[in-house]
């Protein structure tokens, strides 16, 4: 069956710009999750949803991150007056539900801002 | 707090020659590990993971680790390397029942022919 798929690949912005990053998770699958994968490290989570609802938003670096799960499949993250630090390589997982099930994760979302 | 630590940036091996990445966790509760490989421009793939079930665990590819709870050790290895397993690989450790899944820094795996 089809996997994560995120959208776009490949992001190119200027610093001070709004940006939204889309996740299209495993059809049935509750849990979603983002990471951050920045240059020469692992991911780093930053935001978890069972359904529609942020269980954990503790990752997120700061306010200028934000994320929205409305109808419990598709998610969108929204980063707001971007900066050369979100440079980065934002991934997404979801698994059936949430602690003892498998994390699969899309090919990620390749964002530079200049 | 859960950490992951993976010895060595890089690491090369001749084809056919035996694969050792090196993975020590902390952790204060039962951990839940795992090894993702990612190969370029592609997404996270999962090899394997333990559960507390048995403590050698076997994945895909070829691919097994053994989870040694006196060493704090989840060691990847494969016995007879291929071309094809040249990639980026991830140890995680995920408290049982969590869902914040901790990486370590990743291995370059590079395969000489």
């Known amino acids: 069956g089809a996997g994560v798929s995120q959208t776009p690949s490949n992001k190119v912005t200027e610093k001070g710009k709004y940006v939204e990053l889309r996740c299209d998770p495993i059809?049935?699958?509750?849990?979603l999750y983002w990471y951050r994968q920045s240059l020469g490290q692992g991911p780093e989570f930053l935001i978890y949803?069972?359904?529609?609802?942020?269980?954990?938003d503790s990752g997120l670096p700061n306010d200028r991150f934000f994320a929205v799960r409305p109808e419990g499949s598709v998610s969108t993250l929204k980063i707001q007056r971007t900066e050369r630090g979100d440079s980065a390589v934002y991934l997404c997982?979801?698994?059936?539900?949430?602690?003892?099930?498998?994390?699969?994760f899309g090919p990620g979302t390749r964002l530079t801002v200049l | 707090a859960q950490s992951v630590t993976q010895l060595g940036s890089h690491v090369s091996v001749s084809e056919g020659a035996l694969v050792l990445l090196r993975c020590n966790y902390s952790?204060?509760?039962?951990?839940?590990l795992f090894w993702y490989v990612q190969y370029p421009n592609q997404g996270l793939q999962l090899l394997l993971k333990?559960?507390?079930?048995?403590?050698l665990v076997k994945g895909i590819n070829g691919f097994e680790a053994e989870f040694k709870k006196s060493e704090t050790s989840f060691h990847l290895t494969k016995p007879s390397a291929h071309m094809s397993d040249a990639a980026e690989y991830f140890c995680?450790?995920?408290?049982?029942?969590?869902?914040?899944?901790?990486f370590g820094t990743g291995t370059r795996l590079k395969v000489l022919a």
């Open positions: 997982a979801s698994s059936l539900t949430v602690g003892q099930d498998t994390q699969y």
């Open positions: 059809s049935g699958h509750t849990a």
């Open positions: 949803f069972q359904g529609t609802g942020a269980a954990d």
């Open positions: 952790s204060s509760v039962p951990p839940y």
């Open positions: 333990y559960t507390s079930a048995a403590t």
């Open positions: 995680a450790v995920g408290p049982s029942g969590t869902y914040k899944y901790i």
